[in-house]
């Protein structure tokens, strides 16, 4: 059976609740990823390289955005609908989900939420196209797990403000357009803000030498006295409740996501198992390597289950902070599980690039990481659960 014509496993038969529109939509994304992602990941991988190009065909799609309505560009589809592009995407490489995540949810999500009339329209729909791309400014050197605490300032200049400070892990930095950064202003309160790449004192420096996600641009950003006009601050919202929002958006995206990236290993581990003959039979059929396909399916069905009502909820928006940071937090360690024992089964083959698990286990150690780590998470769900915060 060959990858292009393997049904990712649907074992209790979820795809019953999606509609013809979500199935013609997985098709495209997943069409695509087998078209243009899968002939050349691991070569872009394996060179560090991101393909920037991409970010056209990636708006052609509908995948940037794909919630936001189309009288902005987006393409107005329903969270089911952006959880299973989020799923193809990563069944290509994280990488790729990581770049449409970005632009959908920390870029065009807080314009759309947070944003004037004037901006919306300014930056939207190029965004939507993928002819401008976005980045996400809120990490710092000193403050990942505690945004919070963030140094980096604005000042207010009358016309303008004046932005000092420097964030740190930003996807897409050293090819972002445009930035939006979260820093606090002289009452200490966080604010958003739009930055544009060619504003004086703006750099984004590439973090170099990456194990993980290898074909994704991660960098700096580094504010030196930039000037921001006073029309690019996002008006309707103040604290940390813009940048977390955000990222309940990203976290929930994630969720889906990696299942993508978990079935792309089982898919690959199941075929190798009835092809590879070891002691005159096939190794799928020894008890200890069922045992590992066997476990790999169920994880894979819970997190599909986890993921679909979540989207439920999500469509109803009925879906609290704590549910998001449980499914984020199940489905990733489920997928770097589920690439570590599918790795096993193929023996040492399972260590090159002719097969995508060591590439997905090592991009799943960044995404356990970012968007709140696995730790964050598990703190999240026990402060929901207790009402009382361990951090
Ligand atoms: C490839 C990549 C891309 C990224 N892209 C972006 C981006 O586009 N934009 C952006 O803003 N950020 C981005 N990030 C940053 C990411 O969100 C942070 O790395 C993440 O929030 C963790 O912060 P940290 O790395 O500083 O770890 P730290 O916060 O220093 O944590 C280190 C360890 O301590 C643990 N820890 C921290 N606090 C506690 C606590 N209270 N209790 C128990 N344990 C704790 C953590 O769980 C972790 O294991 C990216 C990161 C990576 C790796």
């Known amino acids: 059976m060959s990858d292009q014509k393997y049904i990712p496993p649907d074992y209790f038969q979820i795809d019953e609740f999606l509609s013809d529109e979500h199935r013609i939509i997985r098709r495209a994304v997943r069409d695509w990823v087998y078209r243009s992602i899968k002939p050349n990941i691991e070569n872009w991988a394996q060179h560090n390289d991101f393909p920037a190009h991409i970010m056209r065909e990636l708006g052609e799609l509908g995948a940037l955005g794909p919630y936001i309505p189309e009288v902005y560009g987006g ?11 989020m799923t193809e995407l990563e069944r290509g490489d994280s990488s790729i989900r990581s770049a449409a995540s970005v632009q959908s949810s920390l870029v065009m999500y807080p314009i759309f939420t947070f944003g004037s009339e004037e901006q919306k329209q300014k930056y939207l729909p190029k965004l939507a196209s993928g002819e ?7 990490t710092e050197p000193n403050h990942g797990s505690d945004p919070g605490s963030m140094e980096t300032r604005i000042k207010d200049k009358g016309d303008h403000y004046l932005l000092n400070g420097a964030k740190m892990w930003i996807t897409n930095s050293g090819i972002a357009d445009l930035a939006v950064v979260w820093a606090k202003d002289e009452a ?3 604010r958003g ?13 590439e973090i170099k030498n990456k194990w993980s996600l290898r074909a994704s641009n991660t960098g700096e950003l580094v504010f030196d006295n930039v000037k921001v006009p006073k ?14 929002s955000c990222l309940n958006s990203a976290r929930y995206g994630i969720a889906w996501g990696a299942i993508g990236a978990a079935m792309d290993c089982y898919s690959s581990a199941l075929n190798y198992s009835k092809e590879r003959t070891q002691f005159g039979k096939p190794i799928a059929s020894f008890q200890l390597q069922q045992k590992k396909l066997a476990e790999i399916l169920s994880e894979i069905t819970k997190a599909q289950l986890l993921a679909w009502r979540l989207g439920v909820l999500k469509n109803e928006n009925r879906a609290t902070p704590a549910q998001i940071s449980m499914a984020k937090r199940n489905n990733v360690k489920m997928a770097l599980d589920v690439a570590r024992e599918s790795r096993q089964i193929l023996g040492a083959m399972g260590i090159t690039g002719d097969f995508p698990m060591m590439r997905h286990m090592m991009n799943l150690e960044s ?11 598990l703190l999240i769900t026990g402060h929901d659960i207790t009402g009382i915060s361990a951090f």
């Open 193 to 205: 803000l739009i930055v544009h790449k060619e504003s004086d004192g703006y750099s984004a420096p």
């Open 75 to 85: 393409a107005g589809l329903d969270q089911i609908s952006y959880g299973l592009i």
């Open 188 to 190: 200490g309160i966080v």
């Open 231 to 244: 029309e690019n601050i996002l008006p309707s919202v103040k604290g940390m409740k813009g940048p977390l």
């Open 367 to 377: 995404v356990i990481t970012y968007e709140g780590t696995h730790d964050i998470h």
């Open 132 to 138: 401008l791309v976005g980045c996400f400014g809120l």
